[in-house]
């Protein structure tokens, strides 16, 4: 059975940092995987923050986290990082990672994620 457990989620102040960390289990072959993270504001539905290849070479950023967030996976770890920097209050939300099942490209696509992670709380305040 896969599993996706996220970490490193918390309070932090305006233009601070945070690193997320997503690591698989129950997968022998996570290299085979996009990764993806999502997040979902009170009220607001689930959207796709950042995503990453199988290999790393094809990254895709939400136009509100460009030049922000940087996101990074260790295939041999079975792990994928999401790097936060500059945080605004904006960006509070529960934070979700995924996987899909695709090589080749970046799926920006929520529908085509098949795992999911129960989501880690980052909450941006003063």
């Known amino acids: 059975q896969v599993q996706l457990v996220e970490s490193g989620g918390g309070l932090v102040q305006p233009g601070g940092s945070l690193r997320l960390s997503c690591t698989a289990s129950g997968i022998t072959f996570f290299s085979a995987l996009a990764m993806g993270w999502f997040r979902q504001a009170p009220g607001k539905e689930r959207v796709l923050t950042a995503a990453i290849s199988w290999n790393g070479s094809n990254v895709d950023y939400a136009d509100s986290v460009k030049g922000r967030f940087t996101i990074s996976r260790d295939n041999g770890r079975k792990t994928v990082y999401l790097q936060m920097n500059s945080l605004k209050p904006e960006d509070t939300a529960v934070y979700y990672c995924?996987?899909?099942?695709?090589?080749?490209?970046?799926?920006?696509?929520?529908?085509?994620?098949?795992?999911w992670g129960q989501g880690t709380q980052v909450t941006v305040s003063s």
């Open positions: 995924a996987a899909a099942p695709i090589r080749g490209r970046v799926p920006r696509v929520t529908a085509e994620y098949r795992y």
